[in-house]
């Protein structure tokens, strides 16, 4: 099982970003797919999930209106849309795979909005 994240880097606020995450080694197109992210000193919180077709989709109410969480099932990829980036959006951004206990974790990709 391999998740790997991209599209993160270095935004300025007010900015936008897309981050990745491609998936292998399970059927991807039955898991729940989630994105969550971990700032410095703080605990990993969630971002949005998708379900496995992608019709149905939920965002913590901070991300709600700024975020979007998208899949391509044929790609075996997930997406987060990031735009209105705020300082406080920096954190690295993990993409997680299936429902506890049967969870995959990605390495993560680093989001970092400053002026």
């Known amino acids: 099982v391999q998740l790997v994240e991209s599209g993160g880097g270095l935004v300025q606020p007010g900015g936008s970003l897309t981050l990745s995450c491609a998936a292998s080694?399970?059927?991807?197109?039955?898991?729940?797919m989630s994105w969550y992210r971990q700032a410095p000193g703080k605990e990993r919180e969630l971002v949005a999930t998708?379900?496995?077709?992608?019709?149905?989709?939920n965002y913590a109410d901070s991300m709600k209106g700024r975020f979007t969480i998208s899949r391509d099932n044929a790609k075996n990829t997930v997406y987060l849309q990031m735009n209105t980036l705020k300082p406080e959006d920096t954190a690295v951004y993990y993409c997680?795979?299936?429902?506890?206990?049967?969870?995959?974790w990605g390495q993560g990709t680093q989001v970092t909005v400053t002026s």
């Open positions: 998708i379900s496995s077709s992608g019709g149905t989709t």
């Open positions: 997680r795979a299936g429902l506890p206990p049967y969870v995959y």
């Open positions: 080694g399970f059927t991807f197109s039955s898991r729940v």
